[in-house]
């Protein structure tokens, strides 16, 4: 996407400069995906793909609902299902709509190498801003959940930018709009994490005991979160991470070895021009030459 | 170019277009490299016309690095096989780095520092290689998963990282021991520096009378 | 509907069956989430396949396809053996007090005056009893066993849990946990509302599969309460309208009965349409009939329909068999009985059952019109595209006209939705290309016609040189103009004969009870009349306010009959006009008139206390659980099997399918037996697509590129058959070759002691538009139709299934 926004950033990928913090901001959002409502109709993929001028290729069936089959730089949202036999032996059809969870701590940004390639604003949306992405795919790596794709056409991530466009002016992203049943919500993430409580509490009353949010702490909670029947196996919902977390590689990578490492070769460099300093460069002597013309000499010598 | 009539070749022709084709893509590829590494290097990425060419066109360096290193082992490998006299070279590190070459002992073509630079290499590219075909996103993106993809970036930078410290050492080395350039720019060291640097290489050279005072011969 | 969208959020218990409310009204499936969310509402699904309605119910239970009579036969079974009924509305609103006529019987599977030559009924037994007066005769303490709630008794006796679940397939625990869920909805506040489709309709039952739920829904007192009702989900925008204002072969607008060939003078069709109260002081209000017929004349014809002529009655065309349904003008065609054929907006070689005999007829017309905005495959039934279209150009003779038509967004007019509303849209853009209005095209049609009538003369001119056609622009009538002719207008000064209210000649009609026989108003459709008065197209109205926050904006468009929003509402109040449900009150008497948020379904001044029946548009003011002479089948829902079924009927092995049901002779020799196609199939869309349109939208292909079935994973197992690997599905008919979906969703059921698969058979792909090319189910469905409104029975019939290679591309 491109970056239109009159939000301030709170954080910005490759970038070592303190963020804008004068102003304080509004309310954090959140979309909130009660998946109990969800009835897998896909609308919200269609305005997905309507608002952001998004036409993947026609596929094929693939033995699921599931189209496109994946997410992918034109696949910003994407309806997964899954058949899920409970204990009692009856089926629940997990329907679950997949897409950026725009985390609090996202681990794209902190993978991000392209200085404000990857941004968060200040109502917490993470956004990836086109022009500056250098298309590597670390943001790939980054991501605990599996979500940015990069196009093999301009070589530019892309995921859901939870309608940054929309939301800077005071609509709501437009899978929030079109869905019929109301299974997806948009607002301050206190009013959501609220409303999903009613909703858990409903869902408790009609047995889904284990019924919860997931906002996931691991990457200090999430600005997409979901109302789930089973929020203690949240892997039942197509693969949704249990405990999410910036893989420990990454931290590794992004955290404690990019500044070694600079400060390693610097060092390396420093070292060398002291001992150029103090103990200076090794050069052949005339008495060096002599000794090898001597030698030489008494070389020829002994074969003639 | 004056080359001294006793001038000895320490290195040919292909020796040196290839060592420098080696050291061009080797810098090219640092300096993309390490645009992509950390925030405040990423102006390096200026040099390649921006990022989106940096990323781009580091891994294409790589490739032809490999391929240029594969003429560097053939060419190499024999000169840097490990010998005794290794041993007691290393032993007398200290005395090599503060120029003290009356303790270090004789040492041959190569010095173990040499060795060690040929051999990292020999290690660090192919490492360098592999793990950056599994983070190439344009073609194997989807090749592996998502967690080995993490790893392999992971130790694509720590070898790099050690590749790039190898780096620094050879060419400090380089113009640490006077003329050493020389030897990979024009191909020649004197006898005084042979004697100097590599002694029993000379000695080799004078005894096999591959060199001689006058008359300087083509091959080593 | 009976109710609203809306209306739904009022429900205690929302029952689909016999449709996927999810899955194909998404939009309209909001108010079932609503009902659960804040009406604590549970949601109960009853379908053969779990379904993405399923996926958000609170409970599911599966069942064979074509078995829904012998389910709700069980409910009703279970309802009264448990006494769990809501008794003062049962007695006092419905026809269970009332007794049958001796004659009236059931037996072996037929009901009393079946003649086996002919496949009829005669009806004359399926009535009341009547007394001196010509008034039903009752029982209000039901020991008569002749009452009609003491025959239901009897005949839903044998429908035991036990003989539901051997039948039906449904296991017999969840059948029963499904009864007292319904059941509770007996107390007087708490409602069901009965949520169905085309899964009910596609049937050669279909009508009493509805019926008998409507008689479960009068059992517990669920008609005309705010939360009940029987509401159908239409399968198309505008399917309503399309009833509405009578597209059937044997109907005329406003459910007006066409006149049959032995009806040969007004007076003749009128007969059969003086609806005399069967109790004392009923309404029965069809007593009007004559207006409405009358007024409709006057629309037609003009200043041309006089008393003299009978209104024009001469010029309406006259039926010499009961209908001209779809499935008897494709028997036509292949017989070469009917030879050109003008297709608007329809796409029988998608829509349709038989595929195959479905091209044969195409290909055997001497011309093919067809109107759409897309590129149909009847349009292009003549082109070879490979297997999908097997024709071959060079043997079809048939001269195609293919006329681009605008869309929906491309017009002004009126759509009519389920919930019986009429509303307006307005033209948002111009159509592409050459595409030209319906309007356009048919009136161009006409002027044609009229010309060469008049210039040529022709057997039979004066039904279209009659015609009125006073439209300001004849060429293409403009849509409000149209919509003012249809609500009606005085053609002379009216006074109203309680109000002395005068209606000037020319003024647009404020209600259908304005209308006249006396050739005074002309009236398009009856139903509609009150749509566009003199205060304006009320159609357009927007005014989304909902005074009690209850499902009711009247202000939004505007409904048929009279802009009420439930039908059958005085049902809502007590014998004394208080709310059964006081929260959710629809219309309650004040002391002097019927008031609350909708129109009274009821004269509005009529006391509790005159003791009229809410059912006034029936001739004893109740509601039926008997259904007299209505039905084709018999006054009481009965369980025939499907006319291709992989069980015999164990209630009447000799009677196993609907006896009335009519099978042309090539047809009934097309049905497949069990033995080689043993397992059941159904159709159904997906809510990614619409019918057979949004194949041709790009977004919806992508959402859903490609022909599939869904199967088992247990006949999967058996069958070799791979997750999303080829398969050939066959019926007698044809077959289908396309990737599989191996799902959980479908399990096998026991039938009768046998397990049965079910394999579903989503119907959207064909071979034009923008989605991978389809062979379309219906090259599978037997032709073969509903008994009463030959609606094709594409929900349950029999095929095979084999693994096969990909086909070469």
Known sequence: MSDLQSQDYVRRSATTMTPPAARSHEDQVAKLIDVSRCIGCKACQSACMEWNDLRPEIGHFEGSYENPMDLGPSVWTLMKFAEYENEQGNLEWLIRKDGCMHCEDPGCLKACPAPGAIVQYANGIVDFISDKCIGCGYCVKGCPFDIPRISKTDHKSYKCTLCSDRVSVGLEPACVKACPTGAIMFGSKTDMTNWAGERIEDLKSRGFEKAGLYDPPEVGGTHVMYVLHHADKPSLYSGLPDKPRISPVVEVWKGILKPLAVIGIAMAAVGAFFHWTTIGPNEVTDEDEAEAARVLREKEEEST | MTRPANAITRYTTLNRVNHWINAGLFILLVLSGLSMFHPILFFLSGLFGGGQWARAAHPWFGVLLVISWIGMIIQFWRANLPSKDDIAWSKAIVHVVANDDEHVPPIGRNNSGQKLVFWSMTLLIPVLFVTGLLIWEVYFGEATSIPVQRVAVLIHSLAAISAILVWVVHVYAAIWIRDSVRSMTQGYVTPGWAWHHHRKWFYQLAASRRVSKTTPRKNP | MTNTWQDIRNANLVIVMGGNAAEAHPCGFKWVIEAKIENGAKLVVVDP???????????YAP???????????????????????????????????????????????????????????????????????????????????????????????RYTPEMVSRITGTPQDKFLHICELIAATAAPDKAMTSLFALGWTQHSVGAQNIRAMAMVQLLLGNIGVAGGGMNALRGHSNIQGLTDIGLLSNQMPGYL????????????????????????????????????????????????????????????????????????????MNNGEMTGYICQGFNPLQAFPDRGKIRRGLSKLKFLVTMDPLDTETSRFWQD???????????????????????????????????????????????????????WIMS?????????????????????????????????????????????????????????????????????????????????????????TEKGNQMARRDATDPREQGIA??????????????????????????????????????????????????????????????????????????????????????????????????????????????????????????????????????????????????NAILQPEEFIEIGEVLAKEKGIAQGGWVKVSSKRGEVICKAYVTKRIKPMTVDGKSTHVIGVPLHWGFTGQARKGYGANTLTPSVGDANTQTPEFKAFLVNIERTAAPAT
């Open chain 3, 554 to 699: 009247p202000n939004w468009a505007w409904a048929w009959p009279a802009n009420r929003r439930i039908l059958y509402n005085r049902a809502s109040a007590d014998l004394d006009g208080k709310a059964w449900n006081p929260k959710k009150p629809v219309i309650e008497w004040n002391g002097t008139r019927w008031a609350g948020i909708d129109v009274p379904d009821y004269g509005p001044t009529v006391k509790p206390s005159d003791g009229v029946g809410p059912f006034i548009m029936n001739a004893e003011g109740l509601g039926r659980l008997f259904a007299l002479n209505l039905m084709a089948e018999g006054p009481f829902p009965e369980h025939y099997e499907p006319f291709e079924s992989p069980s015999e009927n164990v209630l009447h092995p000799k009677v196993p399918n609907n006896p009335v049901a009519r099978v042309f002779a090539d047809d009934r020799a097309s049905f497949g037996h069990r033995r080689d196609f043993p397992y059941v199939a159904t159709t159904y869309r997906l809510t990614e697509h619409f019918h057979f349109w949004t194949k041709h939208a790009l977004i």
């Open chain 3, 257 to 332: 009965s066409l006149p049959t060939d032995k009806e040969t003078s007004y007076d003749e069709y009128m007969k059969t349409k003086l609806f005399k109260p069967l109790r004392p002081g009923q309404t029965s209000y069809y007593q009007n009939y004559g207006k409405f017929v009358v007024s409709l004349q006057k629309a037609l014809w003009g200043d041309a329909a006089t008393k003299e002529n009978n209104w024009g009655y001469d010029w309406l065309p006259k039926l010499d068999i009961p209908l001209y349904d779809i499935i008897k003008a494709f028997e036509m």
């Open chain 3, 63 to 157: 069942i064979r396809p074509g078995t829904d009579i012998a389910f709700l036969s069980g409910v009703m079974h279970y309802l009264l053996e448990k006494d769990t009924i809501q008794h003062a509305y049962v007695r006092a609103y419905t026809n269970a007090s009332l007794i049958v006529a001796d004659g009236f019987s059931f037996e072996d599977g037929h009901f009393s005056g079946f003649n086996g030559e002919t496949n009829t009924y005669d009806k004359s037994s399926w009535n009341y009893e009547f007394d001196e007066q010509g008034f039903a005769k009752t029982d209000d303490t039901w020991q008569d066993q002749r009452c009609v709630i003491n025959l239901l008794k009897q005949h839903v006796s």
């Open chain 3, 385 to 439: 595209f490979g297997p999908q279209n097997p024709a071959k150009s060079s043997d079809i003779q048939t001269e195609v006209f293919q006329l681009p038509v605008t869309c929906f967004a491309e017009e002004s007019g009126s759509l009519v939705n389920s919930a019986r509303w009429l509303q307006w849209h307005w033209k948002a853009a111009e159509g592409p290309g050459k595409a030209m209005s319906d309007i």
């Open chain 3, 49 to 59: 396949r779990f379904t993405r309605t399923a996926s958000v119910a609170d409970y």
């Open chain 3, 444 to 532: 161009g049609i006409f002027h044609r016609l009229r010309e060469m009538y008049r210039k040529d003369g022709g057997a039979f001119p004066d039904p279209i040189l009659n015609m009125s056609w006073k439209y300001t622009n004849p060429i293409a009538p403009d849509p409000e103009e149209l919509a003012k002719e249809m609500n009606g207008r005085a053609l002379a000064d009216l006074t109203d004969p309680v109000t002395a209210v005068v209606t000037k000649a020319g003024s647009q009609l404020d209600a259908f009870a304005q209308l006249r026989d006396d050739g005074t108003t002309a009236s398009g459709c009856w139903i509609f009349a009150g749509s566009f």
